[in-house]
């Protein structure tokens, strides 16, 4: 089974790609599930996210460390999109697959478009970068099934200063920069409801003048700010000129 979790598009793209190369079946997190049966291949489980801040999104982690799988004995991959590079992404994942008892058999990375606005100096890519990215992930998918099929080695994207991006910035950013209180409206917003009907976990309220409300439970996928057709969802001022983004339906 390959279980995936996806905020605008890129790591559902790169999960359809592998379950069409592997014979199986891509199946998105359900958050709010105590437990998932297993679906499509059943002599595996490829974990499927962004790299949120050189790490696992913490809903992610969250999940890997709650869930009930028929996952004992069976080997476990990961594959994450990432707008340049994943660190020690891999090492954390690891780690949490190896407290649940389970045994973690490779990990795998593929660069896709940037998704990240909300500091200074971060942006999406340019639409020349962004399709050239689309355009290479199915060749970059080929080796990645290989080596999940054949044991073969790791593919990774370590960039630079990997340790201090996981284990320093990694921390600190899950604590002090994913508070999803300076999510807001603007003065565009026709209350169309489409951010609420789509946020992955329901954190989105329309309230009765017709407008959105965000609460605490966030996993700061950034697809309400991407998706929203008229631009109209702000995160305090970071967002501010920032461009968006949604990956296509399928490439
Ligand atoms: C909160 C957040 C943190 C991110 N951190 C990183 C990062 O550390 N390194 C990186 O290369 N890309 C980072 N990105 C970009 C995403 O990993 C990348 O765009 C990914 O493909 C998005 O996948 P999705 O479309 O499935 O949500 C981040 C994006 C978000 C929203
Ligand atoms: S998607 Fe945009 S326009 Fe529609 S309710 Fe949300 S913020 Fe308003
Ligand atoms: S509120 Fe926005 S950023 Fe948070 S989980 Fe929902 S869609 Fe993602």
């Not at 990645?144 to 320093?168: F, H, M, N, Q, T």
């Not at 996993?219 to 998706?227: F, G, P, Q």
């Amino acid at each position: 089974m390959i279980l995936y979790f996806s905020g605008t598009g890129n790591t559902r793209l790169a999960a359809d790609r592998l379950a069409r190369l592997t014979g199986d079946q891509a199946v998105p997190i359900d958050f709010d599930a105590a437990s998932m049966p297993l679906q499509g291949r059943r002599d595996r489980i490829v974990w499927c996210f962004p790299t949120y801040s050189w790490g696992p999104p913490p809903v992610v982690a969250d999940f890997i460390s709650r869930v009930r799988l028929e996952a004992g004995g069976i080997p476990h991959f990961m594959l994450t999109t990432c707008g340049d590079d994943m660190a020690y992404t891999d090492r954390r994942w690891k780690r949490l697959i190896a407290a649940r008892g389970w045994q973690a058999a490779g990990a795998f990375a593929v660069a896709m478009p940037n998704t990240y606005v909300l500091m200074k100096g971060f942006d999406v890519d340019s639409p020349e970068t962004a399709a050239a990215k689309l355009a290479a992930m199915p060749a970059a998918m080929e080796p990645i099934a290989e080596a999940i099929g054949s044991g073969g080695p790791d593919i990774l994207i370590r960039g630079s200063w990997p340790w201090v991006k996981s284990y320093v910035i990694y921390p600190w950013f899950v604590r002090h920069a994913m508070s999803p209180r300076p999510f807001h409206h603007t003065g565009a917003c026709t209350g169309c409801g489409g951010c609420a009907r789509s946020c992955p976990l329901g954190n989105i309220a329309m309230q009765p003048g017709g407008t959105p409300h965000w609460g605490n439970r966030c996993a700061m996928c950034l697809r309400c700010y991407h998706s929203c057709p008229r631009n109209a969802v702000a995160y305090g001022k970071a967002t501010a000129g920032k461009g968006r983004y949604m990956a296509p339906k399928d490439i």
